[in-house]
């Protein structure tokens, strides 16, 4: 079992093959992440990954685990986040960063 964190970045990495599993690819790049959401090649064509910092991409992908991964308590009880969830998220992301923080009961 993984150590609770209040770190972003660390939430990030070990929310990494819970997106891979519902069509990400995300690689660390110094400090950034270079992400790609694969079923909108379909649209966009394949113009390649884009360059996030963890702030900006957090938020939309805890977004599309909540909503279509299988496990979502698996996901919860792996990742382990208990920090601060950031101001300036649109609300969507923000509600996603608020299910997955853990409740007094689970510290």
Same mark, same amino acid.
């Not at 891979?20 to 990954?49: C, F, H, N, Y």
């Not at 992908?61 to 208990?82: G, K, M, Q």
């Given at each position: 079992?993984? +150590? &609770? !964190?209040?770190?972003?970045?660390? =939430?990030?990495?070990?929310?990494? $093959?819970?997106?891979?599993?519902?069509?990400? #690819?995300?690689?660390?790049?110094?400090?950034?992440?270079?992400?790609?959401? =694969?079923?909108?090649?379909?649209?966009? *064509?394949?113009?390649?990954?884009?360059?996030? $910092?963890?702030?900006?991409?957090?938020?939309?992908?805890?977004?599309?685990? &909540?909503?279509?991964?299988?496990? !979502?308590?698996? =996901? +919860?009880?792996?990742? &382990?986040?208990?920090?601060?969830? $950031? !101001? *300036? @998220?649109? %609300?969507?992301?923000?509600? %996603?960063? #608020?299910?997955?923080?853990? !409740? #007094? #009961?689970? @510290?």
């Amino acid at each position: 079992m993984n +150590r &609770r !964190t209040k770190s972003l970045h660390k =939430v990030m990495e070990r929310l990494i $093959p819970f997106a891979e599993e519902i069509g990400w #690819e995300i690689t660390p790049s110094g400090g950034k992440w270079m992400e790609q959401l =694969v079923p909108a090649r379909k649209w966009l *064509g394949d113009i390649g990954p884009f360059v996030q $910092p963890t702030i900006r991409l957090i938020g939309p992908v805890v977004a599309h685990i &909540r909503s279509d991964h299988p496990n !979502t308590e698996l =996901v +919860r009880t792996t990742v &382990r986040f208990y920090g601060k969830v $950031p !101001t *300036g @998220l649109w %609300a969507e992301h923000h509600s %996603a960063l #608020e299910w997955l923080k853990l !409740t #007094e #009961e689970e @510290l």
